[in-house]
């Protein structure tokens, strides 16, 4: 069975510091690795997706994959408040037909 | 413009009702996505539009019917609901495997 994990926290960082939170997964051959925001009562947001091992950098956010290892990471650098959510990591295995695996999200609370 | 509208924002009805939750993307995507998620957990996947192919997820009951009149809009009808179907329903679309989401339908069955 196609599964994606993550630490369902909550995770707690302060303010200013980099928060880094992980993914894993079971399929191999997956190729596509996304991680979205989500604030209490609103919808997914993505924040960044990776396709290639190696790091990706966007503002104050990097995605890291490692394929070898099977997992995907999120570092969130210089923490804000507004940073608190959340963040939920999807994997589009082979052969889905555009379908993602989710998370079950991890929970992020970045203290003043 | 990564916009995907939903109406309506909130819904209430009983559970003799009938209504229908809209959503709308004008990205020229061919997939378009009806999610149903409840506190805490992440979205479940209910029904997938691609490329005018529809694919269900076999546990998604009966109640729950997906329309698709073109390739910018996916409606989802509701019949008979049970309190427990109360959740957020969100709509997505994407190109290939980015997804974009609309805001949401709160949806509460009384």
């Known amino acids: 069975q196609k599964e994606v994990e993550q630490n369902s926290g909550p995770l707690s960082v302060p303010e200013g510091a980099i928060a880094s939170l992980n993914c894993t997964y079971s399929?191999?051959?997956?190729?596509?690795f996304f991680w979205y925001r989500q604030y209490s009562g609103k919808s997914p947001e993505l924040i960044m997706f990776?396709?290639s091992n190696g790091d990706k950098e966007d503002g104050r956010f990097t995605a890291q994959l490692n394929k070898a290892s099977q997992y995907v990471s999120l570092l969130i650098r210089d923490s804000q408040p507004s940073d608190s959510a959340t963040y939920l990591c999807a994997v589009n295995p082979p052969d889905s037909n555009y379908q993602l695996i989710w998370g079950a999200g991890t929970k992020l609370i970045i203290k003043p | 413009d990564t916009e995907v509208t939903q109406t309506p924002k909130h819904l209430v009805m009983g559970m003799t009702n009938k209504k229908s939750l809209k959503c709308e993307q004008h990205?020229?995507?061919?997939?378009m996505y009806w999610y149903k998620q409840k506190a805490k957990k992440p979205p479940e996947l209910m029904f997938v539009?691609?490329?005018?192919?529809?694919?269900i997820n076999e546990s998604v009951p009966s109640r729950f019917s997906p329309e698709c009149p073109n390739s910018s809009l996916l409606n989802l009808h509701l019949h008979a609901l049970q309190p427990e179907d109360s959740a957020l329903y969100l709509c997505?679309?994407?190109?290939?495997?980015?997804?974009?989401f609309g805001p949401g339908t709160r949806l509460l069955v009384l």
């Open positions: 997505a679309s994407s190109s290939k495997w980015t997804q974009y």
């Open positions: 990205m020229g995507h061919r997939a």
């Open positions: 399929d191999r051959g997956s190729q596509s």
């Open positions: 539009y691609s490329y005018e192919k529809l694919s």
């Open positions: 990776i396709y």
